[in-house]
C-alpha cells in the first residue's frame, strides 16, 4: 500500500500467481470493462503479492482526499458495489476492507508485526514498469555503489551487515563475495538462484514477480564487488509469471541503462540472462545448479572446490538465492548498522516465510529474525484454521523437519531452529493440525526426496527409497516393531554418504517426526490405528444414524458406489466397497459420517453396526 | 518419464526445428533450452529431433537422451491438448491434494501421468506450484486454480471438454 496522496484515483489489482489463482483476471477485466463502459476517470493498475494470499482476490483504491484501502475477496459480482459506494460516493466499504490507511482491520494483525525489507515493495509497486521501482529508491543503490564506493567497501558493507544466505544454509554472505573476489579467473560471475524447489515454499516466487528489479539490482551490485560482468537468474519453469516479469524487467533496465555496457557512466559492465530450470529439485544445489546452466544433468559434484573458485565453466561464481539480493540494496542504502540493529546476535536482519498448510492467514510475511514461532503462527498467521489444534509446523521442506507444540516458543533464527532439528530453510512453513497425520507427512517427503535424488551417491539413490518402503509399510498397518530403528539406522548412512544437502538432509523429516511424535508411529505400528484418522488403509468410514436425514448426497458423490440407502433413509457405507476416499465425509452437511481408526478390516460387523 | 522414444523418424517435420538450432549457433550451455524450445514447438520430444540435435551440437545421442529424461519438464511421448497439473506440494497434500488427482483420474478415466485415448488431456502430478495458501491447487495448461474441492474439479473439466 502507498502512503502519499494520489492526484487521481487509482484502482490496483493484487495479479501474483496466487492472486490470478484466486480469480484477479477476471476482477480485473471486469474492472477494465466497466471503467470504459462508464467512462470512470480512473487509473487502472497491477502490482505484485502484498502477503495477505488467504483474502485474494485483492483490490485497493486510491483517491484524492480518501485513506487508501485494500479490499479483499473481491469477486465480479462485488465490483458494481465496490465501484458504486467506494469510488463514486466516495464511501469506504469497512467491512471488506483487509487494510486501511485510517481505521483498524480484522487483519491488520498481518501487517502490524513485520519489518518489510525484501517485501520493500510487495504489493505496491507494478513489476511490469521500471519507473514504479525507480520511484521508491529503486537503482539509487547501485548508483551510490559506482560512485562512492569501492568492490571491497560494498563486500566490507556486506560482511558488517551480518547478512546471511537466505537459501537455507546460512552462510555469510560477505564472506561467499570475498572468496569470489579474491578468485582469479579471466571471467567471473553472477548467479541468482530461483530454483525455489521447496513444497510449501513461494516466496522467492512472490519477489521474483512482484518486485525483479530489488533482484536485478542486488545482482549488479554483488557483479560489482566481485568482478563479474554476466548474471544468470534460474528459474523455475513452474513460474511462468515469473519469468515474463523478470524478461520484461531485463529489457527495461537495458533501455535505461542499468544494464549492458558502461552502467550509469562508469567502467562497469553487466548482464544479466534467464535460464529455465527443467524440473529437477536437486538444481537447488549449488553445484547441480551449475551442471544445469552449462546444460548436463544437474549432478552435484564434490565441493572445494566449490564456486566461488571454481563455478560456472570452471570459472569463479557467486551464487546466491533471490531473497538474498533483494536485501542488497536496502543494506546499502540504510546502512549495515541499520539492518544488523534488527535480529539476533548470529542471525541479523529479517526472514520471508510463507505460511500455508492449517493457518488463518495464509500468504507470505517478512520478520525480524529472533521473533517466536509462536508470535509468527498466532499472531501475525492468526492461528489454526477452524480453530483446531496445532500439532506442528514444518519448516525448511524435504531438508526440515517438524517442530512440535512444545517448542513453539523457539526463536526464529538459523542456529536455534538447527538444534529443534529442523532448519531454517528457505522460508517455508507448513502447520499442521490434528488432522495430520506426522507419519504420512515424514512418508510424503520421503517420497518426494526419493523421487529427486539423482542417484549419483548410492545412499542417497537407495536408502531413501528403503526408508520409504517402510514407512508406506507403517502407514498401511503392516508395520514391525524393528521398523523404528531399522529407519534411525538408515537415516544415519544417508546423511554420511551422500555428497550434497539433498542427501544429508533427506532424512530430517523423518528424525524430527521420530522425536516429537514417536507416539503416532507405534499407535501406526502396534495398535494398527492412525491417530490423525488420516491414513487410508487404517480408517473406516460410517454413518451416524442419529444423525443422518437421508438426504442422498453422500450417495451422489461416492466415486464407487459403496453407499445405499432410499430418500429420508437412514444410509449405509459399504465396507467392503469403500476404498476410505472421505469424500462422503466432505460432502455430508448434517455430520453424519463418522472416521473410525484402529478396528481391522476383518471385523466389518463392528463398523457397520 | 516412459524410457522409450516415440517412433517418429521420416514423418517429423525438422524445418521449424532447422530455425531454432540456427538461433542457439556457437552459444555454450544452450542444451536445455534448446530441448525446451523443441518441447514447445512439438508438445514432446520426437526421437528424429533428439537425434537432429545431438548431430548439430556435437553431442552423442546418449547424452542428449540423458539431459532429456533426467528433467522432469521432459516428454519423449506425446501429449494432450490441455494438461492438467495437480499440484502435490506440502500444503496440497495435508489438503487433500490425492482427492484432486482421483477426481480428475475418474472424470477423465485415466490415471495419473496419462493421456487420454482422444488425446484431449493429460494428467499429471507436480511437486509444488507455489500457491500454497490457496491449497489445494491444480494448473491447467497456464492457468491456475486454487482452493479446489470436488465439485471445482469437476466443473473446470467440464468447461475445458464442451
Redesign the interface.
Known amino acids: 500500500m502507498k502512503s502519499s496522496q494520489p492526484e487521481t484515483a487509482r484502482i490496483i489489482v493484487g495479479m501474483a500467481?496466487?492472486g490470478?489463482?484466486?480469480g484477479a483476471a477476471e476482477v480485473y477485466n471486469s474492472l477494465q470493462k466497466k471503467i470504459t463502459e462508464q467512462k470512470l476517470d480512473v487509473q487502472l493498475d497491477k502490482t505484485g503479492c502484498n502477503g495477505a494470499?488467504?483474502r485474494?482476490p485483492l483490490v485497493e483504491i486510491r483517491m484524492p482526499g480518501l485513506p487508501a484501502v485494500v479490499y479483499g475477496d473481491v469477486t465480479v459480482k462485488k465490483i458494481d458495489q465496490l465501484l458504486d459506494r467506494h469510488l463514486k460516493n466516495r464511501q469506504i466499504i469497512k467491512e471488506w476492507a483487509v487494510l486501511a490507511e485510517s481505521f483498524p482491520t480484522p487483519e491488520e494483525e498481518l501487517f502490524k508485526n513485520q519489518v518489510r525489507i525484501v517485501l520493500r515493495n510487495a504489493g505496491s509497486i507494478n513489476p511490469e514498469i521500471i519507473d514504479d521501482y525507480i520511484s521508491r529508491n529503486g537503482y539509487k543503490a547501485i548508483q551510490k555503489v559506482l560512485k562512492q564506493m569501492k568492490p571491497e567497501d560494498v563486500i566490507a558493507e556486506i560482511k558488517a551487515s551480518g547478512l546471511r544466505g537466505r537459501g537455507g544454509a546460512g552462510f555469510p554472505t560477505g564472506l561467499k563475495w570475498q572468496f569470489a573476489r579474491q578468485s582469479q579467473g579471466k571471467e567471473k560471475f553472477i548467479i541468482c538462484n530461483g530454483d525455489?524447489?521447496?513444497?510449501?515454499?513461494?516466496m522467492d516466487?512472490s519477489v521474483m514477480e512482484g518486485d525483479p528489479h530489488s533482484v536485478m539490482e542486488g545482482m549488479l551490485i554483488a557483479g560489482y564487488a566481485i568482478g563479474a560482468n554476466e548474471g544468470v537468474i534460474y528459474v523455475r519453469?513452474?513460474?511462468?509469471l515469473a519469468v515474463a516479469h523478470l524478461e520484461v524487467a531485463i529489457q527495461q533496465a537495458k533501455e535505461r541503462g542499468f544494464l549492458g555496457r558502461r552502467i550509469l557512466g562508469s567502467k562497469f559492465s553487466f548482464d544479466i540472462s534467464l535460464?529455465?530450470?527443467?524440473?529437477?529439485?536437486v538444481c537447488g544445489e549449488e553445484t547441480a545448479l551449475i551442471a544445469?546452466?552449462?546444460?548436463?544433468?544437474?549432478m552435484p559434484r564434490l565441493r572445494p572446490p566449490f564456486p566461488a573458485v571454481k563455478g560456472l565453466?570452471n570459472q569463479p561464481t557467486n551464487i546466491n538465492n533471490v531473497e538474498t539480493y533483494a536485501n542488497i540494496p536496502w543494506i546499502i542504502l540504510n546502512g549495515a548498522s541499520a539492518f544488523s540493529a534488527l535480529g539476533t546476535e548470529k542471525s541479523k536482519g529479517t526472514k520471508v516465510f510463507?505460511?500455508?498448510?492449517?493457518i488463518k492467514r495464509?500468504?507470505m510475511v517478512e520478520v525480524p529474525m529472533g521473533m517466536s514461532l509462536r508470535e509468527v503462527i498466532y499472531k501475525i498467521g492468526g492461528g489454526i484454521k477452524e480453530d483446531r489444534e496445532f500439532k506442528a509446523v514444518?519448516l525448511g521442506?524435504p531438508s526440515g523437519g517438524c517442530v512440535p507444540a512444545t517448542l513453539l516458543d523457539t526463536p526464529v533464527d538459523y542456529d536455534s531452529l538447527t538444534e529443534t532439528g529442523a532448519i531454517m530453510g528457505s522460508g517455508?512453513m507448513?502447520v499442521?493440525d490434528d488432522m495430520?497425520c506426522m507419519v504420512d507427512?515424514a512418508k510424503?517427503?520421503l517420497k518426494?526426496t526419493q523421487e529427486?535424488s539423482?542417484g549419483k551417491c548410492t545412499f542417497c539413490r537407495l536408502g531413501t527409497k528403503r526408508m520409504l518402503e517402510i514407512l508406506e509399510k507403517i502407514t498401511e498397518g503392516k508395520g514391525e516393531p524393528a521398523d523404528l530403528q531399522k529407519l534411525e539406522v538408515l537415516a544415519d548412512y544417508i546423511r554420511q554418504g551422500s555428497l550434497c544437502g539433498l542427501g544429508q538432509t533427506a532424512p530430517n523429516p523423518v528424525l524430527t517426526t521420530l522425536k516429537y511424535f514417536r507416539h503416532e508411529y507405534e499407535a501406526h505400528i502396534f495398535e494398527k490405528k492412525c491417530p490423525a484418522k488420516s491414513c487410508r488403509e487404517l480408517i473406516a468410514f460410517r454413518v451416524v444414524a442419529d444423525n443422518c436425514t437421508g438426504c442422498t448426497l453422500c450417495a451422489k458423490?461416492c466415486?464407487v458406489n459403496a453407499i445405499s440407502g432410499a430418500k429420508k433413509e437412514i444410509h449405509f457405507i459399504d465396507p467392503k466397497i469403500c476404498t476410505h476416499?472421505?469424500?462422503c465425509y466432505?460432502?455430508c452437511r448434517f455430520d453424519a459420517i463418522e472416521v473410525l481408526t484402529g478396528i481391522l478390516e476383518e471385523s466389518s460387523e463392528k463398523i457397520t453396526s | 518419464m516412459e524410457a522409450s522414444l516415440a517412433t517418429d523418424i521420416g514423418s517429423l517435420d525438422l524445418k521449424p526445428l532447422e530455425k531454432i538450432l540456427k538461433k542457439y549457433s556457437d552459444k555454450r550451455g544452450i542444451l536445455i533450452p534448446l530441448l525446451q524450445e523443441t518441447q514447445k514447438l512439438y508438445g514432446y520430444l520426437p526421437q528424429a529431433a533428439i537425434i537432429r540435435i545431438a548431430d548439430s551440437t556435437n553431442n552423442d545421442i546418449s547424452q542428449v537422451y540423458g539431459v532429456a529424461t533426467f528433467y522432469a519438464q521432459f516428454r519423449l511421448k506425446p501429449v494432450g491438448k490441455h494438461i492438467i497439473r495437480v499440484c502435490h506440494g506440502t500444503a496440497c497434500h495435508v489438503s487433500g491434494a490425492r482427492r484432486i488427482t482421483e477426481t480428475c483420474e475418474d472424470q477423465l478415466g485415466v490415471h495419473d501421468g496419462e493421456t487420454t485415448s482422444d488425446r484431449k488431456f493429460t494428467l499429471e502430478s507436480v511437486a509444488c506450484l507455489g500457491c500454497c495458501s490457496l491449497a489445494p491447487v491444480m494448473m491447467v495448461d497456464q492457468t491456475t486454480f486454487g482452493r479446489l474441492n470436488d465439485r471445482e474439479v469437476k466443473k473446470v473439466i467440464d468447461n475445458l471438454k464442451k
Request: hydrophobic residues 40%; proline residues 5%.
Open positions: 500467481s496466487c490470478i489463482a484466486a494470499c488467504f485474494e525455489e524447489g521447496d513444497p510449501g515454499a513461494f516466487r519453469a513452474e513460474y511462468p535460464k529455465l530450470g527443467a524440473g529437477a529439485f544445469s546452466v552449462e546444460g548436463k544433468r544437474g565453466w510463507a505460511l500455508a498448510g492449517k495464509g500468504g514444518q521442506g517455508g507448513v499442521m495430520t507427512v510424503f517427503f518426494f529427486e539423482c458423490v466415486p476416499c472421505g469424500a466432505d460432502a
